[in-house]
């Protein structure tokens, strides 16, 4: 049972009734319930024997905290406690947007709420708005301020009437917490420039390179192209800075607890606005030590779970999502393990799915997906994954070699395939993507590029291949098809729901033309929205198909995350095929085509799984009933089917 659990059954006989509930008593009870487990991790990551006992002061933070919360926020998180899993319902739909990309400001975004219902989104991810540097800023994620809405946005009261908007259509909001870093010119930043001692030990700041030097040694490098190294030196500080990211971007240091402490207040504020869901961007790299790589250190793990308890007992409304995009069997710790198994985040990024949904559709076999998925170990039963296809970042390509091997293939020339595949330098490849970050010291590179023209939609159109634009147009239905059926919170990527294209512009911008993840940050094109009904084109046929999938899974109860999954090999090696099952006459069995070509498996399979009547087999995807006709089903190049049961 974890501490979410726990609070939940000891306020239980309170959360029938949240506005009648005292809420500071509530509170204190949070707090003692989770006081042991807060007290034993600041004090490991924290000793007192080498530093100020600063854990009292902890102590009065929480109940300050506390009171800053507004009182309609506070009695929603008692709903939420009680309906405690309600971000693995089947009802979760995201949607990731650039509010500026998507229609121009906070308010533009309001007017598209209807849009968004009408295709089942319930669940916004919007990108930073906060203040950030002019010039280059990393897309938002070089924060000025953690709170304070950036003017091209709109403002703090904008923000706050989107979050009441949203509250009061049943729409969950997630916003970013950038907590490993904060931009040159955050306040901090400007002290420790100016002198400032305290603030100068709030960043990892030398006099000389002795000590960046150390570190060097076995530091990877994030941007190796635009921002080499891991350290930048500062000529107003006088003083080496750890910058990880790009050379704006300074790293906070955590083994200060003052760091900590302030962060924690920046994190509650940010919630404070009525986010739902917090992204803890980064968060692998939260601890770093010498002679180690300084990603996901176990003092990291300590680190993010006294964030997590403290935000529970402040407000238990809220949960925490991992971006943790690192290998499989690093990123399942996120959720927590031994006493912080399931109070670590709730929620985390299936980065393994996503990798290999990509590295299938370019090798057109499933066995590698499924050998990952399959020997990953499983999630606590409150935790839950966010499953993606594209995002605002590029796709690395970190699943482990040793399943690389397995399946016989070299990890070195299948990484190189995978990168030729899809960047445009194998003539016969449908895919217009673009490097990223090239590595030439590793050979390590990763992909950019939309949905649609990874998977050729953009190559079909521009040669009028009407065969290529179907089967672009059945990939992206088939790989949405899978995140919406998976388990967990399907995040769709604003723009894929229409098929946008790459978008090229970024490179008559000199802030922004090295970073090609600018590609796959487009703007919206409401003229192609307007024209979804009365056109039929791939974009038509996309939207609709996808608004109908949405509807189903929202109307298809197991699809709801109850550790439900359950893969299934298929000796087909084009063939993915996993079931979701609460062992009842309502589950359903996913089986999808990876292959340009029809396959078949044996009806015997499907039979023998109980997904049978009569000779007969149930589509939720079509809504029609399938003859066996044979002794085999047929899949269709990239068809997925949700058969059911009943
Ligand atoms: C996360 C963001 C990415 C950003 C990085 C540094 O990985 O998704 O866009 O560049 O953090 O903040």
């Not at 034993?40 to 000793?47: K, Q, R, V």
């Not at 949203?166 to 420790?192: C, G, I, Q």
């Not at 091997?405 to 490849?429: I, N, T």
Request: aromatic share 10%; net charge positive; hydrophobic share 40%.
């Amino acid at each position: 049972m974890n501490q979410t659990s726990l609070n939940r059954l000891l306020a239980s006989n309170k959360l029938d009734n949240p506005e009648k509930a005292n809420l500071k008593e509530l509170f204190d009870l949070r707090l003692s319930t989770n006081l042991a487990i807060i007290q034993n991790l600041f004090l490991s990551l924290y000793p007192e024997s080498t530093l100020q006992n600063l854990f009292p002061v902890l102590l009065e933070l929480l109940p300050e905290l506390f009171k800053k919360r507004s009182k309609n926020l506070k009695i929603q998180d008692l709903r939420k406690l009680k309906h405690a899993n309600w971000y693995q319902s089947e009802k979760m739909v995201g949607m990731q947007l650039y509010v500026d990309n998507f229609n121009k400001d906070l308010n533009g975004l309001e007017t598209k709420i209807a849009y968004l219902e009408r295709l089942g989104v319930n669940l916004l991810h919007i990108m930073p708005v906060t203040t950030r540097p002019k010039g280059e800023n990393d897309g938002g994620y070089a924060v000025n301020s953690y709170t304070q809405v950036a003017k091209k946005y709109g403002s703090k009261a904008d923000l706050l009437n989107l979050t009441k908007k949203l509250r009061s259509k049943k729409m969950y909001l997630m916003m970013d917490f950038v907590v490993n870093h904060t931009s040159d010119e955050f306040p901090w930043a400007k002290k420790a420039m100016a002198g400032d001692k305290k603030y100068q030990d709030y960043y990892y700041t030398y006099p000389d390179r002795n000590m960046p030097d150390e570190f060097e040694h076995s530091l990877p490098e994030v941007f190796p192209q635009t921002s080499p190294g891991n350290f930048t030196f500062n000529t107003k500080m006088k003083r080496w800075v750890m910058t990880v990211f790009n050379d704006y971007q300074w790293d906070l240091n955590y083994t200060n607890p003052m760091v900590f402490m302030d962060m924690l207040s920046n994190m509650v504020e940010l919630a404070n606005l009525g986010v739902d869901i917090i992204r803890f961007d980064a968060l692998a790299f939260l601890w770093k030590k010498l002679g180690t790589n300084s990603q996901n250190l176990p003092e990291a793990h300590s680190l993010i779970t006294l964030f997590r308890m403290c935000l529970q007992v402040v407000a238990p409304g809220v949960v925490l999502l991992a971006e943790a995009i690192v290998s499989p069997k690093e990123i399942i710790k996120y959720f927590g393990e031994g006493i912080k198994k399931g109070n670590e985040c709730e929620i985390a990024y299936n980065a393994t799915l996503m990798a290999l949904l990509w590295n299938s559709i370019a090798t057109k076999k499933t066995h590698l997906l499924y050998k990952n998925l399959i020997n990953l170990p499983s999630k606590p039963s409150e935790g839950t994954w966010i499953n993606y296809i594209r995002c605002h970042d590029d796709i690395g390509l970190g699943f482990d070699d040793r399943y690389i091997y397995e399946v016989g293939w070299g990890a070195a020339a299948h990484r190189k395939f995978l990168l030729d595949y899809y960047c445009q330098k194998l003539d016969w490849s449908p895919a217009k993507g673009q490097v990223f970050m090239y590595n030439p010291k590793n050979g390590d590179g990763r992909i950019t590029g939309s949905t649609a023209s990874l998977l050729g939609l953009e190559k079909g159109l521009e040669q009028n291949n009407q065969e290529l634009i179907k089967l672009a147009v059945n990939k992206i239905l088939m790989l949405h098809a899978i995140i919406l059926s998976y388990g967990g919170i399907p995040m769709i990527y604003a723009g894929d729901e229409i098929g946008t294209l790459n978008d090229y512009s970024y490179l008559k911008n000199k802030d922004i033309k090295e970073d090609s993840r600018w590609a796959n940050r487009p703007k919206q094109d409401w003229k192609i929205v307007s024209g979804l009904d009365k056109i039929d084109t791939p974009q038509a046929q996309i939207y609709h198909s996808l608004k109908k999938l949405i509807r189903i899974r929202r109307n298809t109860p197991v699809f709801a995350d109850k550790n439900n999954l359950l893969l299934h090999h298929s000796a087909n090696p084009h063939i993915f095929m996993f079931e979701r099952t609460n062992n009842s006459d309502k589950d359903v069995l996913v089986i999808c085509n990876f292959d340009e070509s029809i396959h078949v498996i044996e009806g015997a399979n499907i039979v023998s799984k109980g997904y049978e009547t009569g000779g007969k087999l149930q589509d939720l995807v079509s809504g029609e009933s399938i003859t066996l006709k044979s002794a085999f089903l047929e899949i269709n190049p990239f068809q997925i089917l949700w058969l059911s049961k009943s």
